[in-house]
């Protein structure tokens, strides 16, 4: 088994254009400081996260 970390951000559709450009740019730098980040869940509303599917994800990841 290997450690593996993930990467789940939510944004809402209903921000403004100039805010999600901010947080896409501050997204970036933080995920460069995260050494062996190997998967991303980019969700636009909470029910889009479903459980099994990170979980189907992160198996097919270590599979592959």
């Given at each position: 088994?290997?450690?593996s970390?993930?990467?789940?951000d939510?944004?809402s559709?209903?921000?403004?254009?100039g805010?999600k450009?901010?947080?896409a740019?501050?997204?970036?730098a933080l995920?460069?400081?995260f050494?062996?980040?190997?998967?991303?869940?980019?969700?636009?509303?909470?029910a889009e996260?479903?459980?099994?599917?990170l979980?189907?994800?992160?198996?097919?990841?270590?599979?592959?």
């Amino acid at each position: 088994m290997t450690d593996s970390l993930c990467f789940i951000d939510r944004c809402s559709d209903e921000v403004a254009v100039g805010e999600k450009m901010i947080y896409a740019s501050s997204k970036d730098a933080l995920k460069k400081c995260f050494a062996g980040l190997n998967t991303e869940f980019q969700c636009t509303d909470p029910a889009e996260f479903q459980h099994s599917e990170l979980v189907k994800e992160l198996i097919h990841k270590d599979r592959v």
